[in-house]
């Protein structure tokens, strides 16, 4: 059964974000993904919140920002 993602939340879970995906990535990618800091995301406590704007972005190629307290080079 598909899940019905409610389109005002400012904030993903990792299921919405599989959904979004449609399949064509695993939920392991998307967790290695989320550790790289490859696609845009907060951990508080056990929860992983991905921001539903920052996502599409991503989703889109937009260029991920960096890493906050990254040195610039």
Not at 20 to 29: N, P
Request: glycine share 8%; proline share 5%; aromatic share 4%.
């Amino acid at each position: 059964m598909a899940t019905k993602i409610d389109t005002e939340r400012p904030v993903l879970t990792v299921q919405d974000a599989l959904a979004l995906l449609g399949g064509s990535l695993g939920r392991s990618s998307l967790y290695k993904a989320l550790r790289a800091g490859v696609i845009p995301s907060r951990r508080i406590n056990k929860k992983i919140l991905i921001p539903r704007r920052r996502f599409l972005e991503w989703l889109e190629g937009a260029e991920p920002q960096e890493r906050e307290g990254a040195e610039a080079r």
